[in-house]
């Protein structure tokens, strides 16, 4: 346990450079794109704060929110192959965890049309901060092609354990994880404005 924080500590202590696109070094592609939501700190809390928050909505909402999110990272797949791009995809992954992380600890339900923005933006910010550093036309679309993947599967998983906590813990909890997604994002939102 205590190697295992250790470990913990000396990853996020890495300096931002070594987590540009390629999560580890050497595994690129179709793999590397499925780690790469996981693995990168912004991603993971932003996706899980969606799911949790996808999950507190009505079940009709929360299909409709999973829906949309993989249509969302499919519309910035076909940006990026337009050469589109955002300087600052990681800073808006991070405001958008916030904003999520803040709506789950104040347990306020967003309203259908700003849940529905909310996760359009989030799976517009997160392919295109997911962009690998590789020249190919093939290396990038299986690289996206596993980001949006793994990015979809988290968020539905999340939105599963949301709605399958039993009540005593839910409401509690998820107001909990919240306030660590939000706290988490502020904090890397402010390292990175401070660097």
Do not use: K, Y
């Not at 690129?28 to 991603?43: I, N």
């Amino acid at each position: 346990m205590r190697r295992a924080a250790h470990a913990a500590a000396l990853l996020l202590l890495m300096p931002d450079a070594t987590w540009a696109h390629t999560v580890i070094p050497g595994i690129e592609g179709f793999p590397g794109g499925l780690l790469h939501p996981l693995l990168v700190p912004a991603h993971a809390l932003t996706l899980i704060g969606l799911g949790l928050m996808a999950g507190t909505l009505a079940r009709r909402t929360e299909l409709l929110l999973l829906a949309i999110f993989a249509a969302g990272t499919l519309a910035a797949f076909a940006l990026v192959a337009l050469a589109c791009s955002a300087m600052q995809a990681e800073n808006l992954v991070l405001c958008l965890g916030a904003a999520i992380g803040v709506l789950l600890a104040s347990n306020l339900a967003p309203p259908a049309p700003v849940a529905i923005v909310v996760t359009i933006a989030v799976a517009i910010a997160v392919i295109f901060d997911s962009v690998p550093p590789v020249l190919t036309i093939s290396g990038t679309a299986l690289a996206l092609t596993g980001s949006a993947l793994a990015a979809t599967a988290l968020v539905a998983a999340a939105a599963r354990i949301s709605r399958t906590l039993p009540a005593s813990v839910r409401t509690l909890g998820i107001r909990i994880a919240g306030s660590w997604i939000a706290a988490s994002a502020i904090m890397a939102l402010a390292l990175r404005m401070g660097a």
